[in-house]
């Protein structure tokens, strides 16, 4: 593997129907592949609407298995391009009732990585916690196509921990699907993902979904950011993928001259952990 490699957010409008999606996705796939991208990134929830501010019991219709029809496309595409894919699902788990907003990672077409979103919103139009049960585990770095990789999803970017916690296990890209909405949040949404890549060093790739989708306005901005917090690409509207040059060699200069996770002082951290 080469210290540089590219990688893709892939941004989908809204509006269509599973079917739809999956085949408007497994062509913007191949696009990112054809542009040379070794690792691309799904919205939140990619192949399904996502939920409107008040519960819906309807909603779990949506939901569907790790091996589900989502999931099987994107193993696919990961197999037949030979690339690395974050995919992301309603996820119905195995108690029934029981559900999750889940990404997946797959490499050559295996599922390397499951990462189940462990903070939920109740609030500002998302009642998450209405639907997902949250997940138990932290976020983690996984070998990719392109390198360590972690992800975590949409409202976590609000957790400056999480990304830390992935810069530490060595991760060189932070994976963050999205379905983020309301334009007052558009700068804020840049600035928090800006800081992520500035403060661990290394380069995010935020995937989000564009347009209208019942009282919510999508403002996609699926982009790459490099390790400085610059814009390396980004897609404003609609169908379409961010595409740019991540290099593993220039995160290890940055973590070298920028040394901020070695100045921690975690011994001045115990307040970080105090329960409620």
């Known amino acids: 593997m080469s210290a540089v490699s590219r990688v893709a957010a892939l941004q989908l409008a809204t509006g269509r129907d599973r079917d739809d999606v999956l085949e408007a996705t497994d062509r913007l796939i191949a696009e990112a592949v ?26 779990f219709v949506h939901a569907e298995s790790l091996d589900g029809p989502s999931n099987a496309m994107v193993r696919d595409a990961s197999r037949r391009h030979g690339v690395s894919i974050v995919s992301s699902i309603f996820e119905s788990r195995e108690v029934p009732g029981v559900y999750a907003n889940t990404a997946c990672t797959f490499v050559d077409g295996e599922l390397v990585q499951v990462y189940r ?89 935020c995937a989000n979904r564009s347009g209208v989708e019942g009282v919510k306005d999508y403002f996609g901005t699926s982009a790459v950011y490099g390790p400085s917090g610059e814009i390396l690409a980004v897609v404003d509207e609609g169908d379409g993928v961010a595409v740019a040059d991540m290099d593993a060699a220039r995160v290890a200069s940055i973590r070298a001259t920028r040394p901020f996770l070695r100045d921690r002082r975690t011994d001045l951290y115990g307040g970080l952990a105090v329960a409620e």
């Not at 983020?180 to 890549?197: D, G, I, N, Y």
């Open 117 to 205: 979103k462990s903070h939920l919103p109740f609030s500002n139009g998302f009642p998450e916690k209405f639907y997902f049960r949250p997940g138990q585990e932290p976020p983690a770095a996984v070998d990719t196509t392109v390198g360590p990789v972690g992800t975590i999803i949409c409202y976590e970017r609000h957790f400056p921990e999480l990304g830390r916690l992935v810069a530490l296990d060595g991760g060189v890209v932070l994976s963050i699907p999205v379905a983020c909405a309301s334009a007052p949040m558009k700068e804020v949404f840049q600035l928090e993902l800006r800081a992520q890549a500035v403060a661990n060093g290394m380069y995010v790739v």
């Open 34 to 59: 054809g542009e040379g991208a070794g690792l691309i990134v799904l919205p939140e929830l990619f192949a399904a609407p996502f939920v409107q501010p008040e519960p819906d019991p309807d909603f």
